[in-house]
């Protein structure tokens, strides 16, 4: 017999058994699962994996396309959704290991998420009513021995009953309301799946709101009178006390007073100064704010790669609320660990010849978790966005311990024929903790020339500024999660997710989020006919609901029997209006399509639009003017399309923007006969040689197909003879044939 221990990943399990064992872990597998054998002093440990959640919610009973449903239990994930069917083997290889197991502990991550994981491998898989609890926020070996040995010997039952409420709650409104929308869209007469949720519809609110504020948005003109001088062989820009004047004749009459004058004198001069507190720790949402304002890395990546650090080892568990380092993380010691990484050495040396080390906390806490810290063990596997995101914790944690920054704003007053002119300027005068946090430090340095009062200023112009008032900002992928957090609504590991939704649905659109008509139209109609579902209020108290079930003071079955009588009043009023729902939805769905599948004017027939279309091979791009017209242009399967709004210079056809994971977009001319597609010069008539046979080099790759010229809608470039079994190509150069690796992944064959 042994003592079973459950790890969320499978990653986590190799650190927890490398952790505890006290000679070199044994690893095995059934079925290519792994799994571990350990022994600690005369005990027998087993570790195993699963992968993430192996059970989901479904229905009890599938009866067909039907809402409201509220009978659903726990299922195999595999059997509940394809997607899942890997974590099956998963599933299997824990319900042989628990048939030799005395003793079970769930060492999944310490939140709700992993307590809902944990609980129900325990109780459905291995059969038991309880298990040790091992709580731990990073996965280094003193972390794990530590949690190990001082296992609680119970679940965290109210982790797990809040974790359970959230999964039914958000069944609950999920496939009720996507179900209820779907259904509108076919009693109008066609078929588009639709989904909302109980933080979704919100959210999308939230977009929408702002969208409409914008397209409301009138501009007003406003005034503004600059003063360009200098003073003290410095030059200095000033702007008129009263800012902004909202009356062009009172801006007139003070540039008509002063249009002739050459000399003013300095009013005023202050200098003051102040100091600006070192940054707080990272919590989730202001590292993917920060990762978004340095890297434009979006919050759902920002998530993943912080995930991957904390299971590789690198960071402490990201999916926290706390602003809160505790002394007992040993401070000294992780410095001392970063000095070994070149890259900190000279910084963290600075920090421990401090006499102590405290970190400027932040307000907000987390009962599971200290706020986000580097480990000290160096991401040695790590790739470059990883690494952009490790550096940045690396930093704001050092920073954290910094000493004030010091800095001085000077405030002159300029006189001229009695009108005002400001000028202020900020500077640093003490580093302080800005040392630290370079290059991500965010402020701006403005110095201002040495002036004193009665000193002359020569007047250079006085420059008159037309402006017109600005319509409200757009939210950014970082700003939207900011709001959620602000408003309440989601948790911090499902903010991103809810966003990546809106966008996949069609509902939102660009980097700075713009609300489709879809998504205006949606909102609209759910506010005038099923306003609840939008209702963030309603959401709120349910997550209120929830912070109340983990402290005890609610039971979950009182929080599940409210939830369900409001979605069975919302879904009674919904059928009511379903038609006219339907109708609505389905014409915004339509006109969004239109927009967002837009290329631009056909340059063959010149009265139809070139649009994307979706045809059994692909995605491509026809004249909507067909049969007409039938101009199509045949589109890469490795890339995501979107319009540029852009035109070749050299043709005149429309642009496009070919989209892949971790790289930049690239622009391109969709005519496959465009000029600026051929390469001239010696490489050109490279390129004809080897396409006439003149010139033939063998493939590096395979080493049995030759070099041959190809086309693709990008342009030209070299593959081998032997595609699709090699798929070696190159970049044409000017000079030898050179394998370029950069491009070999952009440049295949579509």
């Known amino acids: 017999m042994y003592e079973l221990i459950i790890a969320e990943k499978p990653n986590a399990a190799s650190k927890i058994a490398e952790a505890l064992a006290e000679g070199k872990p044994i690893k095995e597998n059934i079925d290519g699962v792994p799994y571990y054998k350990v022994t600690r002093g005369k005990k027998d440990i087993v570790v195993a994996c699963a992968v993430g959640h192996l059970y989901s919610l479904d229905e009890k009973e599938k009866k067909g396309w039907r809402f409201p449903v509220f009978d659903i239990e726990w299922k195999p994930a595999g059997e509940v959704s394809k997607r899942s069917g890997f974590s099956k083997k998963y599933l299997n290889v824990i319900k042989k290991l628990c048939k030799g197991a005395n003793s079970f502990v769930v060492a999944t991550d310490y939140d709700q998420e992993g307590s809902v994981i944990g609980k129900n491998i325990i109780t459905l898989a291995c059969k038991q009513k309880d298990a040790y609890r091992m709580k731990f926020s990073t996965l280094t070996k003193p972390d794990l021995i530590e949690a190990y040995e001082n296992k609680s010997p119970h679940l965290d039952w109210g982790q797990v009953r809040a974790g359970e409420t959230r999964h039914y709650l958000d069944y609950y409104n999920g496939i009720n309301y996507s179900r209820a929308l779907t259904s509108s869209i076919k009693a109008a007469g066609s078929f588009k799946i639709m989904s909302t ?66 000399k003013a004198l300095v009013d005023k001069a202050e200098k003051k100064q102040f100091k600006q507190n070192a940054p707080v720790p990272f919590d989730l949402t202001t590292l993917q704010v920060e990762a978004y304002r340095c890297h434009r890395i979006s919050p759902k990546e920002t998530l993943e790669i912080a995930q991957e650090l904390y299971t590789s080892g690198f960071i402490s568990y990201p999916r926290t609320s706390s602003q809160q380092l505790p002394d007992k993380l040993g ?6 660990e970063l000095a070994r990484q070149k890259l900190y050495s000279n910084l963290v040396q600075k920090l421990l010849a401090k006499h102590s080390l405290k970190p400027n ?17 160096p991401p040695g596997s790590a790739n470059d966005r990883e690494m952009r995101i490790y550096d940045l914790i690396v930093k704001r944690f050092m920073a954290t311990f910094g000493e004030d920054a010091v800095r001085e ?62 319509p409200p900002k757009r939210y950014t992928p970082a700003s939207i999660i900011k709001e959620l957090e602000k408003r309440n609504l989601g948790t911090k590991a499902t903010r991103s997710e809810i966003v990546d939704t809106l966008f996949r649905r069609g509902y939102v659109t660009g980097k700075a989020i713009e609300a489709t008509n879809l998504g205006i139209k949606t909102v609209e109609t759910l506010e005038k006919y099923a306003p609840k579902i939008v209702d963030e209020e309603l959401t709120r108290h349910f997550e209120e609901q929830m912070e109340q079930i983990i402290e005890d003071k609610v039971k979950s079955e009182e929080v599940l029997e409210e939830a369900e009588e409001k979605i069975k009043e919302i879904i009674s009023d919904f059928k009511k209006h379903e038609k006219e729902i339907g109708k609505n939805l389905l014409e915004a769905n339509i006109e969004t399509r239109d927009a967002l599948s837009f290329i631009g004017k056909c340059p063959v027939c010149r009265e139809g639009d070139l649009q994307m279309r979706r045809g059994k091979f692909g995605s491509f791009i026809a004249c909507n003017k067909y049969p007409g017209c039938k101009t199509t242009f045949s589109l890469p399967r490795n890339a995501l399309i979107k319009p540029s709004q852009n035109v070749c210079e050299t043709c005149s056809y429309p642009k496009v923007l070919a989209l892949k994971k971790a790289k930049k977009p690239m622009e391109f001319c969709l005519n496959p006969k465009c000029p600026s597609k051929h390469v001239e010069g010696e490489a050109g008539i490279q390129a004809k040689q080897i396409a006439k046979g003149i010139i033939e080099k063998e493939c590096p790759t395979c080493k049995k197909g030759k070099i041959v010229l190809r086309s693709s809608i990008y342009g030209k470039f070299y593959g081998c003879s032997e ?28």
């Open 197 to 262: 949720g109980r933080v979704q519809g919100p959210a999308l609110k939230i977009i929408a709101d702002r969208e409409k504020d914008i397209r409301a948005f009138k501009p007003v003109p406003f005034w503004q009178i600059e003063l360009d001088g200098n003073v003290n062989n410095g030059d200095i820009s000033a702007w008129h006390k009263d800012d902004k004047f909202w009356e062009k004749e009172k801006a007139d009459k003070i540039m008509e007073k002063l249009k002739r004058e050459k």
């Open 331 to 336: 401070f000294k010691k992780i410095l001392s």
């Open 361 to 377: 906390d932040g307000k907000k806490t987390d009962p599971a978790h200290p706020a986000i810290y580097p480990t000290g063990i």
């Open 409 to 470: 704003t000077v405030i002159i007053e300029i006189n001229c024929k009695d009108e005002i002119f400001i000028a202020k300027g900020t500077r640093t005068v003490e580093r302080g903790w800005h040392i630290f946090y370079e290059p991500y430090v965010n402020i701006e340095e403005e110095e201002l020339p040495k002036a004193s009062k009665n000193d002359a200023v020569n007047v250079k112009k006085i420059k008159f500024h037309s402006k017109e008032t600005q």
């Open 723 to 750: 595609y699709p079994k090699c798929k070696h190509t190159e970049q044409l150069v000017d000079g030898p044939v050179k394998e370029d690796s950069r491009k070999t992944k952009f440049f295949g064959i579509s």
